[in-house]
């Protein structure tokens, strides 16, 4: 028991997603992302990119802007009207490097530009930089929330709960699959946990907490850990009953 407990606390490795219609500039990206202890799942185009999107949501996003069809301004733009994908970290890669562009790219909702050809340091850097201070932007946002906010959390989401006989059930409109980790998190979250007590439950880190419940308001699009909670019932989502 204690063993299958040490393993369910195992952090789960970072999750990028690489779109560029170069196959050689593609492979040697994601070779060098990957030895750099990234899984990294890569798309041709933007199509493609958006698929992979709608089966699991990474952690990141790199994309080229200079693809077929559907270059990677529209991506992008497709990606920030989507609520689930609104604070996904997306790299802009392309070979343009005038000032307009670059405008362009940060005016579409892109947090980091980079013109080939690049240095890979360079970039594993940029991508280190943009999940770190992702993590810090959420660990500061709960530190700086006041002990009476935090009760009114809480006390909206036993509130919930306590109404779930009012909650009718619906398929939820978006497939949703959540791994294991992220259903027991949200099993939690729904129970009223903060992330301190969570990752006391799991024993595991307040930062890997963060880090799950980040992507459940990414794939469930909400913002708030009431709205969270709320999503779930209505959909069906959390075991609590």
């Given at each position: 028991?204690?063993?299958?407990?040490?393993?369910?606390?195992?952090?789960?490795?970072?999750?990028?997603?690489?779109?560029?219609?170069?196959?050689?500039?593609?492979?040697?990206?994601?070779?060098?992302?990957?030895?750099?202890?990234?899984?990294?799942?890569?798309?041709?185009?933007?199509?493609?990119?958006?698929?992979?999107?709608?089966?699991?949501?990474?952690?990141?996003?790199?994309?080229?802007?200079?693809?077929?069809?559907?270059?990677?301004?529209?991506?992008?733009?497709?990606?920030?009207?989507?609520?689930?994908?609104k604070g996904l970290p997306v790299i802009l890669l392309t070979?343009?490097?005038?000032?307009?562009?670059?405008?362009?790219?940060?005016?579409?909702?892109?947090?980091?530009?980079?013109?080939?050809?690049?240095?890979?340091?360079?970039?594993?850097?940029?991508?280190k930089n943009l999940l770190s201070r992702r993590e810090t932007v959420n660990n500061t946002s709960e530190n700086n929330t006041d002990l009476g906010a935090i009760a009114q959390q809480i006390a909206e989401i036993k509130t919930l709960l306590g109404q779930q006989g009012n909650f009718k059930t619906t398929p939820s409109?978006?497939?949703?699959?959540?791994?294991?980790?992220?259903?027991?998190?949200?099993?939690?979250?729904?129970?009223g946990l903060m992330n301190k007590e969570i990752a006391r439950r799991l024993e595991t880190s307040v930062r890997n907490v963060e880090k799950y419940v980040s992507r459940l308001f990414s794939k469930t699009g909400t913002n708030s850990r009431t709205e969270l909670v709320r999503f779930a019932l209505k959909h069906g989502l959390t075991d609590i009953g």
């Open positions: 028991m204690q063993e299958e407990t040490k393993n369910m606390s195992d952090t789960e490795p970072t999750k990028l997603l690489l779109v560029d219609d170069e196959p050689s500039l593609r492979e040697a990206v994601e070779a060098y992302l990957e030895d750099e202890g990234f899984i990294v799942k890569v798309a041709s185009n933007a199509d493609e990119g958006w698929e992979f999107m709608e089966q699991e949501t990474p952690d990141l996003v790199i994309t080229d802007i200079m693809m077929p069809r559907v270059d990677g301004y529209q991506f992008l733009e497709k990606l920030r009207d989507d609520p689930r994908y070979a343009k490097g005038m000032t307009s562009d670059r405008i362009k790219g940060h005016n579409a909702g892109c947090d980091a530009y980079l013109s080939k050809p690049f240095d890979p340091d360079e970039l594993v850097a940029i991508v409109p978006i497939k949703i699959d959540l791994t294991p980790r992220e259903q027991s998190i949200l099993n939690l979250v729904a129970e």
